[in-house]
């Protein structure tokens, strides 16, 4: 436990060319069916569906849930399928159809956590939306057909959906990426059944919405007779899984960071899950740059759309790497053996914190909050620490959130513990811990004042993405610093390319060598891109970004401009006929007038 695991598809026993046979073997017997050919009994797929193994999916403790719940309800349990071979049930089309039915009327309450958003008056307030894994769970709860409509005739209640505060559960319901437990576990006591990847033994490289995903499947409910829908849903999941954990190949290079705000890998996070499996019937390549008519056609004709959320995201970026780029120069970074180089971020000053971090180089990030009494750790390679206050998630994160209990350990206490001995800082990191997390020179009522007052500005509102920019390159270049920077920061001697963007160490390659099997080409494709970032490169990514986006502006333009000529056209044409008509009833009227005239001057 604990340890990567080496399979496919959440832990399906087989590597990328036996599922390719597989799906190959399962699209030749659609097709054979079509043409009534013969069909060979064993075969590549059906063995391939007997061998699925999936580590923390557990089909029989989700039929003893269900068989609990509807037993307390008073309903017939005949239609519970029986456990089979290799944690699999045995099931008929028809025997689905009637579990489906028993499942609905059984679980009344599904629960997932939901996301905070600071309000206008400061407080934090739980909204009724989850992030992409807790999304996909109830997308896969759908599509397994248990989530229930409300039906007067039938007197059935719709399934309720609740959204609790992380780390929470509710009891009696069917609780998903919640709850600090790991895999599929059931208290009988309650009825309430627990899927969830954030115990304390979580293997890295899971989500809840695979362990749901498997569970369904094996349970009878979710099958796999659409290759090409498989397909998809299989590679959204996966996709769900590596981003959760920060792990997708080649996300932790400048270029990727740089251009997320135009690739699935920035814009999941808008993005619901139905979306996201649309995605992947389209493309391949979640780091694949979108135009802006790619973008739009995800708009929902309501709210905010996509592609303003985008140029959103996008100075968020700018703004993450300004932050960095000033954290670098007052030196709020140390050197680790067993955990590369860690980014010291005090205050949350980098907007897009751990995913800004690794983009730009660094191999873990610590994000300390005196203020909120919290911190956060995130590294590529396994901590293997416990410290006094907080828990581990899933080998790689320590979180001790915001919780109301005050902070014990020290910032010094964590890097020394991180760092595995003495902590080495230098700069304006040395001084804040010398001085207990205090600026002797500055006395101040903000705690984090004294900190912010050596960084460039407001790294978190930089006034423009040529700024942001211009500061990344003058670093990448070792040039001059910005002359809004403070006196002791100009100071210091120009930072190079390796200090801030060093070369991948084999840590950082460690991480995509033990990437699933089946993004073994991406990760491939990527880590040429990963070491190979050059001193202009980040001008030229942008160049090409407003280059595509003015040309997708004026493409845009010229089909508006197509269409109004057409409308234009056909107003004229509209013209024309109603012309023709108006001479054709004027020549009628001067012909009956004609002849009444001669009507008239003949027997008038």
Not at 497 to 517: D, F, K, M, W, Y
Request: hydrophobic letters at 35%.
């Amino acid at each position: 436990m604990g340890e990567r695991r080496h399979e496919t598809r959440f832990g399906i026993n087989a590597d990328p060319a036996e599922i390719m046979d597989a799906l190959r073997t399962k699209g030749q017997q659609e097709e054979n069916k079509l043409e009534k050919k013969d069909i060979t009994p064993e075969t590549t797929w059906e063995e391939f569906r007997k061998n699925k193994q999936a580590e923390g999916a557990n089909a029989e403790t989700f039929l003893a849930f269900v068989r609990a719940k509807a037993e307390s309800r008073g309903l017939p349990i005949e239609a519970i399928p029986k456990m089979g071979e290799l944690g699999m049930v045995e099931i008929t089309e028809e025997g689905r159809k009637a579990f489906r039915e028993l499942a609905r009327l059984a679980i009344t309450e599904l629960a997932t956590h939901g996301m905070t958003e600071r309000g206008p008056d400061g407080k934090m307030t739980l909204k009724t939306f989850s992030d992409t894994d807790g999304d996909a769970c109830i997308y896969l709860c759908k599509l397994a057909g248990i989530v229930a409509k409300k039906n007067k005739k039938m007197g059935t209640e719709a399934t309720k959906i609740t959204y609790v505060d992380k780390g929470q559960g509710k009891e009696g319901a069917m609780v998903m990426d919640t709850s600090g437990r790991e895999g599929v576990q059931f208290d009988a006591e309650t009825e309430t059944l627990y899927i969830d990847h954030h115990g304390d033994e979580s293997p890295t490289g899971t989500s809840t919405a695979g362990y749901l995903y498997d569970t369904l499947w094996r349970a009878g409910l979710i099958d796999l007779d659409n290759v090409f829908e498989a397909a998809a849903l299989e590679g959204a999941i996966e996709f769900v899984s590596a981003v959760d954990n920060g792990e997708y190949p080649g996300m932790h290079n400048p270029k990727a960071f740089l251009q997320s705000s135009k690739t699935m890998l920035g814009l999941s996070p808008y993005l619901n899950f139905t979306e996201i499996v649309d995605f992947f019937k389209k493309y391949r390549d979640p780091l694949e740059v979108l135009t802006d008519r790619q973008i739009n056609e995800w708009n929902r004709g309501s709210g905010e759309s996509i592609l303003s959320r985008a140029e959103k995201r996008q100075e968020r970026v700018e703004n993450s790497i300004n932050a960095i780029i000033s954290l670098k120069a007052a030196e709020f970074d140390v050197e680790s053996d067993k955990l590369g180089r860690i980014l010291v971020d005090i205050g949350k000053q980098v907007p897009m914190g751990r995913d800004a971090a690794f983009g730009m180089g660094f191999d873990t990030y610590l994000m300390w909050n005196p203020d909120d009494d919290s911190f956060f750790v995130q590294s590529k390679k396994p901590l293997n620490v416990r410290f006094d206050q907080g828990f581990v998630v899933r080998e790689k994160m320590w979180m001790k959130p915001r919780d109301g209990v005050a902070l014990k350990i020290t910032l010094k206490e964590v890097l020394e513990m991180l760092t595995g001995g003495e902590v080495k800082a230098r700069g304006k990191l040395a001084e804040y811990l010398e001085n207990g997390g205090e600026n002797r020179e500055n006395e101040t009522d903000d705690p984090l004042k004294a900190f912010t007052d050596v960084l460039v500005g407001e790294p978190s509102n930089a006034e423009t993405a040529e700024t942001t920019l211009d500061a990344f390159t003058d670093v990448l270049e070792g040039g001059p610093a910005k002359e809004q920077e403070v006196e002791t920061v100009e100071e210091m001697e120009p930072v190079s390319r390796e200090q801030v963007l060093p070369i991948p160490s084999t840590l950082r390659e460690g991480v995509l060598a033990e990437t699933p099997p089946d993004m073994e080409d991406l990760a491939e494709e990527h880590q040429t891109a990963e070491s190979a970032v050059v001193q202009d490169e980040v001008h030229q990514i942008m160049e090409d970004l407003r280059l595509r986006q003015a040309l997708d502006e004026a493409e845009i333009q010229g089909e508006q401009a197509a269409e109004r000529s057409e409308a234009a056209v056909q107003v004229a044409q509209d013209m024309e006929g109603e012309y023709r008509v108006l001479r054709f009833m004027n020549g009628l009227r001067s012909s009956w007038k004609r002849v009444r005239g001669w009507f008239n001057r003949t027997f008038g």
